[in-house]
T-cell receptor, first 116, second 113 residues
Framework: AQSVTQLDSQVPVFEEAPVELRCNYS??????LFWYVQYPNQGLQLLLK??????LVKGINGFEAEFNKSQTSFHLRKPSVHISDTAEYFC??????????????FGTGTRLLVSP | SQTIHQWPATLVQPVGSPLSLECTVE??????LYWYRQAAGRGLQLLFY??????ISSEVPQNLSASRPQDRQFILSSKKLLLSDSGFYLC????????????FGSGTQLSVL
């Protein structure tokens, strides 16, 4: 079954430092991969997505992610973080269902804590 | 532009009481609608999805049910809440059937005591 694993439950980092949030997926078929961000007491919003084409995907707020098929990874990066980037980040994979519908399966999330 | 409304924002209910959470979408037609639950340390779990009025698919058998009485209205219900129903419930919508981009509501924090 297709799934995603986020190994880091929490990542503390200082402001203006670079950050990488790790995501590994398992799938036997072509995948669509996503990163969502959740600010405190809010719903999730899409940061970026990989559907096909270039393996380096750029998203909102200066984030980017690289699809690596050989390592089955889709790590999220930002060269310089801000305090406002403090949030929970979810990696997700699109999974086909027997109805022909596809659903998003989310990882357990990584809490990014940016301190001054 | 499209908007999604979810209410209430917080809810405290006793065990055994009923539940009704409502979600409405504006600015689009025939959206796919979803209910997710977020439990601490467990990420988001898809509970129900709907591709049209009256069409509900359940992902996880449990104490909850969903209904879609109108095109842009999605309701999550329970006849008798359990302690294990506590969590953060998120409604979402999308236009594609392959889950490309979900637009989430602001969520309901449900505490069952």
């Amino acid at each position: 079954a297709q799934s995603v694993t986020q190994l880091d439950s929490q990542v503390p980092v200082f402001e203006e430092a670079p950050v990488e949030l790790r995501c590994n997926y398992s799938s036997s078929v072509s995948v669509y991969l996503f990163w969502y961000v959740q600010y405190p007491n809010q719903g999730l919003q899409l940061l970026l997505k990989y559907l096909s084409g270039s393996t380096l995907v750029k998203g909102i707020n200066g984030f980017e992610a690289e699809f690596n098929k050989s390592q089955t990874s889709f790590h999220l990066r930002k060269p310089s973080v801000h305090i406002s980037d403090t949030a929970e980040y979810f990696c997700a994979v699109s999974v086909p269902m027997n109805t022909g519908f596809q659903k998003l399966v989310f990882g357990t999330g990584t809490r990014l804590l940016v301190s001054p | 532009s499209q908007t999604i409304h979810q209410w209430p924002a917080t809810l405290v209910q006793p065990v055994g009481s009923p539940l009704s959470l409502e979600c409405t979408v504006e600015g689009t037609s025939n959206p796919n609608l979803y209910w997710y639950r977020q439990a601490a340390g467990r990420g988001l779990q898809l509970l129900f999805y709907s591709v049209g009025i009256g069409q509900i698919s359940s992902e996880v058998p449990q104490n909850l049910s969903a209904s879609r009485p109108q095109d842009r209205q999605f309701i999550l219900s329970s006849k008798k809440l359990l302690l294990s129903d506590s969590g953060f419930y998120l409604c979402a919508w999308s236009l594609t059937s392959w889950g490309e981009k979900l637009f989430f509501g602001s969520g309901t924090q449900l505490s069952v005591l």
